[in-house]
């Protein structure tokens, strides 16, 4: 993702959560994008929660199945898949919550998930996020600060937000079924 592509998504975040409640959105790659070569897969789209379940903003996040299924549609449609998703918690902390960990937003190991503070508001940088890695039951792998940049890199592409794939083969295998493109 470019620099105006972070700074895009981080604004419409913001904006979405008004100061007050959590907001959040999925990160969508090329579904046939498999990172072969270089480790990174390029997120070529953002659906956000609220768009995809209008319900979903609840003062925490409260996604249900009708999201998933314009979900899963848009990803058919614009052949796109699931590889991360951001999502805004109040204060600086930007570790998982039990819920968090034991609720993600996609339970396939390999998952993504990026939290950013201060529900999106004022000027948030790449090492101001949280990442986690899903790596299978309720284990996560998380990084903070300067090693966030050894999973999410901004790039000088114009379209791209890169995020390292992790588990290739497991990845390969099962992909997830979803599919966005930008903001519904």
Request: with cysteine; aromatic share 10%.
């Amino acid at each position: 993702m470019t620099t105006a592509m972070f700074t895009t998504l981080i604004a419409e975040l913001a904006h979405r959560s008004g100061g007050r409640r959590e907001s959040g959105a999925f990160l969508l790659a090329t579904a046939t994008d498999d990172a072969a070569d270089s480790g990174w897969v390029d997120v070529t789209a953002i659906a956000y929660y609220d768009d995809l379940d209008p319900g979903s903003l609840t003062g925490g996040i409260t996604f249900h199945s009708s999201g998933y299924t314009a979900l899963s549609a848009l990803c058919r449609r614009d052949r796109v898949r699931v590889v991360g998703d951001i999502h805004t918690h109040p204060h600086r902390w930007v570790g998982q919550s039990s819920i968090d960990a034991a609720n993600p937003m996609s339970a396939l190991p390999g998952h993504i998930a990026f939290i950013a503070p201060r529900f999106a508001q004022g000027d948030v940088q790449v090492n101001d996020l949280g990442v986690h890695v899903h790596t299978g039951s309720c284990e996560w792998r998380s990084y903070y600060t300067e090693d966030v940049h050894t999973i999410l890199r901004i790039t000088g592409r114009t379209k791209f937000l890169r995020v390292r794939q992790w588990l290739r083969g497991f990845m390969r295998r099962a992909r997830p079924r979803f599919v966005h493109e930008k903001a519904l």
